[in-house]
């Protein structure tokens, strides 16, 4: 379905089969927010497990790994 946010937000969601990766970047002035739906990841050396979440500001790249399949929502926010 669809669904209609009345703010500056973008929402994406993954499935990360089980040894991949995935690289997100936020732009300058953008806030994230990531949800693990479901499975087990890791960024750097912190695990993420189903129902974890995690704030992310000012300009970042960082890269997401799983030894088994993860699925995840990114939420892309103005910073305020």
Same mark, same amino acid.
């Given at each position: 379905? %669809?669904? =209609?946010?009345?703010q500056? +937000?973008?929402?994406?969601a &993954?499935?990360l089969e089980a040894?991949?990766?995935?690289?997100?970047?936020l732009a300058p002035g953008?806030a994230g927010?990531l949800?693990? &739906?479901?499975?087990?990841?890791w960024?750097?050396?912190?695990?993420? +497990?189903?129902?974890?979440?995690?704030?992310v500001f000012?300009?970042?790249q960082f +890269?997401? %790994? =799983?030894p088994t %399949?993860?699925?995840?929502?990114?939420f892309?926010l103005?910073?305020v």
């Amino acid at each position: 379905g %669809t669904v =209609t946010i009345y703010q500056d +937000t973008w929402i994406s969601a &993954a499935v990360l089969e089980a040894g991949h990766s995935l690289n997100l970047e936020l732009a300058p002035g953008r806030a994230g927010w990531l949800e693990v &739906a479901q499975g087990e990841l890791w960024l750097h050396e912190q695990p993420l +497990t189903e129902g974890d979440g995690l704030a992310v500001f000012g300009s970042a790249q960082f +890269t997401l %790994t =799983t030894p088994t %399949t993860a699925e995840i929502l990114w939420f892309d926010l103005p910073d305020v």
